[in-house]
């Protein structure tokens, strides 16, 4: 096993009550504090264990500084970055993600505030970064070898409990490790939390009106759509001409869609489904609402980001050549959902796209 992406797993001290440490130097700008270390609790005014993938640390690091070395904090600590997935639903709670940790030979614990990055597939990225109380620069590499370092993110929750990611750990107790024998690094595990966890809402009352909006004129992301029988192409005077590349629908909800209502995107989950061969497993993306017609929400899927010739992609996705052999095709199979609610084409099937493009290379 590679010790770079092995979860190492120690038991917290100090469970039940709290750890002292000290306060951070004065002038630092890591924004340490002292913090307890985690309990074990049920509720959201108590610690808890999170399993449900709302809050997962991706990896955690030494940045390098591009030069064969790392970035240092005053020519002295090494600088980690912790890069913290958090799910949607807990950031439209208000919840905010910190990363804790124990410096090596402190008795106590640290915890640094992560900012927001970006947002994508139900998830929120965020960022820390920590050294106050890390390795640095000057140790030996005996020292650095021996190093042991408990990190853990957690969710500061609104009821004033702490949600622990418990994703890659087992061990309610436990946490990961920065450690020398595996590079000073925790590394990503993409089979972890690769879905954000689904909140349990109504189903909505209809979702339909498929158009195709791909036009070269301004206006609204929807303007001059027309209806979508089975699907789309989307050719090469759409990659570069076209000044909208949507698929729109409407979804109609009694009581949330049907006035100006702030909070329908809190209350109706709206994903396209997709995949380019039958062999693959279904992707997911969210889809997001640009406006309202009359009662109901409408939302447009563009289609550049799915687009497999896109510019700056190397290409994974299946294709073929057309049958003139002018272009190289992909084919795309998918529908949508909103609140388990099921959009598909009017056969009972899942509609089709095609991409096509001129045949090249697509992985220069």
């Known amino acids: 096993m590679n010790l770079r992406l092995r979860a190492v797993i120690v038991a917290l001290p100090c469970v039940l009550a709290a750890c002292a440490v000290s306060a951070p130097d004065a002038g630092e700008a890591s924004g340490a504090v002292a913090v307890d270390a985690p309990l074990v609790g049920v509720d959201g005014s108590r610690d ?3 399993t449900s993938c709302n809050v997962v640390l991706r990896s955690m690091a030494r940045i390098p500084n591009n030069t064969g070395g790392y970035v240092t904090h005053n020519n002295y600590n090494w600088v980690w970055r912790a890069v913290i997935d958090v799910s949607n639903a807990a950031v439209a709670e208000g919840d905010v993600p910190s990363v804790m940790y124990k410096p090596a030979g402190s008795d106590g614990w640290k915890s640094v505030d992560a900012a927001a990055q970006t947002s994508s597939g139900g998830f929120t990225r965020f960022v820390a970064e920590v050294w106050e109380g890390m390795p640095t620069a000057g140790m030996s590499g005996t020292s650095v070898l021996n190093t042991r370092v408990p ?9 004033g409990g702490r949600l622990f990611d418990h994703n890659r750990i087992g061990d309610p107790m436990g ?23 689904s909140e349990t809402r109504p189903p909505v009352g209809w979702i339909g009106n498929p158009v195709v909006a791909i036009s070269r004129s301004s206006g609204g992301p929807c303007d001059d759509g027309v209806p979508m029988s089975d699907g789309f192409t989307y050719d090469t005077w759409a990659r570069q001409r076209a ?4 698929v729109c629908f409407e979804v109609w909800q009694q009581g949330v869609t049907d006035w100006a209502n702030p909070d329908i995107w ?4 709206v994903q396209v489904h997709y995949r380019y061969s039958a062999n693959d497993a279904w992707q997911s993306a969210y889809v997001s609402m640009v406006d309202r017609v009359g009662n109901n929400a409408r939302y447009a899927l563009d ?28 084919s795309m199979e998918f529908y949508f959902t909103a609140n388990g609610s099921t959009l598909v084409a009017g056969s009972g099937a899942s509609f089709q796209g095609t991409y096509q493009d001129y045949r090249t290379n697509h992985c220069p």
């Open 151 to 159: 990190v853990i993110p957690y969710l500061k929750l609104a009821q």
């Open 243 to 246: 000044a909208r590349r949507n």
């Open 303 to 330: 289609l550049s980001g799915l687009d497999p010739f896109r510019p700056y992609h190397c290409t994974t996705e299946a294709y073929a050549t057309s049958a003139n052999g002018q272009y190289d095709e992909a």
């Open 266 to 269: 809190r209350q109706i989950d």
């Open 48 to 50: 808890s264990a999170d």
């Open 175 to 197: 946490s990961y490790v920065i450690s020398g024998e595996a590079g000073l690094a925790i590394g990503e595990d993409p089979a972890v939390c690769t879905q954000a966890p």
